[in-house]
């Protein structure tokens, strides 16, 4: 069983700085920053961010499903998963981050466990269920 930690190290405006640790040796990769998803907004919404586009899915669009709101809908799991995959890319794509995905990846994802790591609730609330591989285009959870 392999066990990584995104552990979020600062938060200063809208940047938030994040550290992949390995929990098998407490190895750490460099320090990143991620897209916070209050500030992430889709091109047709610029006004409202992702984490307000998601609490409507999450709690009105059952209310109404049809058109025109199937295609906000959609247009919103579009920004989701950029979202998801750009956090991906920065966390996995290079240096020891990626090292210790690959790591992983060769024991088998389904034995892998992310942990997201603060002491800020907003950042426990980011949608870390979206982040996504680009090169394999599963979601990892």
């Known amino acids: 069983m392999s066990a990584l930690i ?3 190290l600062t938060s200063e405006g ?12 407490g190895k750490s990769a460099d320090p990143v920053s991620l897209a ?3 500030t992430t907004s889709a091109p047709d919404r610029p006004q409202s961010g992702l984490s ?8 009105r669009f059952l209310e109404y ?3 025109p709101e199937t295609d906000r809908a959609e247009r919103l799991q579009a920004v989701l998963n950029d979202w998801g995959q750009e956090n991906f890319s920065a966390l996995f794509g290079s240096g020891r981050g990626r090292d210790f995905y ?6 088998g994802l389904e034995h892998l466990t992310l942990k997201a790591a603060t002491d800020d609730p ?3 609330a980011w949608p870390w269920e979206a982040l996504r591989d680009p090169q394999a285009g ?3 959870t």
Request: proline fraction near 7%; charged fraction near 35%.
């Open 122 to 124: 907003r950042i426990l």
């Open 36 to 38: 916070d998803p209050s």
């Open 65 to 67: 499903p049809f058109p």
């Open 138 to 140: 599963t979601a990892v």
């Open 102 to 107: 690959y790591d992983a990846e060769r024991s």
């Open 52 to 59: 307000t586009e998601l609490r409507w899915y999450l709690e």
């Open 6 to 8: 995104i552990r979020h």
């Open 14 to 25: 809208r940047k938030h700085r994040f550290q992949v640790q390995r929990l098998s040796d």
